[in-house]
């Protein structure tokens, strides 16, 4: 076996190692800032086409450069895991759930509400959408939580 491989095998046993002990604080810092980067893309992308109708809608877009800049600090400094990952996730979880209410506030005033669903489900603010940034700040701070890697 060449000594590449010899070193790749390495490295997927300390990884699989370092995932049963639970030691996943870099890993999940890098996902958490590397997933936030296409969600602001498709954050961006959808309000535009509400073309920014309330101010709110900047609101995740202006919480992303912080998650991202603090998974990526994360990555390489435990004591910016530690400090600053879980406040910038928690900022961005509570975005999503406060997008989640605005677009069910949104889906209400559409003509015809609630009554109207099978319609403006489709047609109007997607429901859950938000509930993704929720999903990444819980990511982020389960990052601050756990161990990190050897």
């Known amino acids: 076996m060449t000594r590449s491989?010899?070193?790749s095998r390495r490295r997927v046993r300390r990884a699989a190692r370092n995932v049963r002990s639970g030691r996943l604080q870099r890993t999940l810092s890098g996902f958490?800032?590397?997933s936030a980067l296409p969600l602001a893309t498709d954050i961006y992308l959808e309000h535009y086409r509400g073309s920014f109708g309330n101010?709110?809608?900047?609101?995740?877009?202006?919480?992303t450069p912080p998650?991202?800049?603090?998974?990526v600090a994360g990555v390489?400094?435990?004591?910016?895991?530690r400090r600053a990952l879980p406040v910038a996730s928690a900022v961005y979880g509570v975005q999503g759930i406060i997008g989640v209410g605005m677009h069910?506030?949104?889906?209400?005033?559409?003509?015809?509400?609630f009554r109207e669903a099978s319609f403006n489900l489709l047609m109007g603010p997607p429901?859950?959408?938000p509930g993704s940034l929720t999903m990444v700040g819980a990511?982020?701070?389960l990052a601050a939580a756990l161990p990190r890697e050897r």
């Open 5 to 7: 491989g010899r070193r």
């Open 32 to 34: 958490a800032a590397m």
């Open 55 to 63: 101010k709110m809608m900047w609101s995740p877009l202006a919480a």
């Open 67 to 71: 998650l991202v800049a603090a998974g």
């Open 76 to 81: 390489f400094s435990e004591r910016a895991a």
């Open 104 to 113: 069910m506030r949104g889906l209400a005033r559409k003509p015809g509400g």
């Open 127 to 129: 429901l859950f959408a």
């Open 139 to 141: 990511i982020g701070m």
